[in-house]
C-alpha cells in the first residue's frame, strides 16, 4: 500500500497557511476581517481544489496537479477576500442608513 499520498494534502495546507500570511501584505491590510480570514480562505480553496483535481484522476506524483494548486489558489483567494470585504462595506452602510 503506497503511503505517498498521505503527504500530499498536508502540503497543501502549508501552502495555503503560508499564502494566508502573505495575503495582506499584498492586498493591503483591512479592518473588514479578521487576521486568520485570508489564511482560511486559502487552506480552503487549495485543499478543495486538490481534492478535487485527485478525484479527477491527476497523480499526487506529477507536476500538473501542483501547477494547477499552486496557480489557482492565490487568485481564487484574492478575489474571495476582496468579495468580502465589499459585502462587509455593503452591509456596514447599510446598517449605518437604518440608524
Not at 495555503?16 to 486559502?42: E, F, N, Q, R, W
Amino acid at each position: 500500500m503506497d503511503l505517498s499520498h498521505l503527504i500530499s494534502l498536508p502540503v497543501v495546507v502549508v501552502y495555503g497557511i503560508l499564502l494566508g500570511l502573505i495575503t495582506p501584505y499584498v492586498i493591503g491590510k483591512s479592518d473588514k476581517h479578521g487576521t486568520l480570514v485570508p489564511g482560511s480562505i486559502a487552506v480552503a480553496v487549495g485543499s478543495v481544489l486538490w481534492l478535487l483535481l485527485t478525484w479527477i484522476g491527476l497523480p499526487h506524483s506529477g507536476a500538473a496537479i501542483w501547477l494547477l494548486v499552486m496557480l489557482i489558489t492565490p487568485p481564487v483567494t484574492f478575489i474571495g477576500i476582496r468579495y468580502l470585504r465589499s459585502r462587509r462595506t455593503q452591509q456596514d452602510e447599510q446598517q449605518l442608513k437604518s440608524l
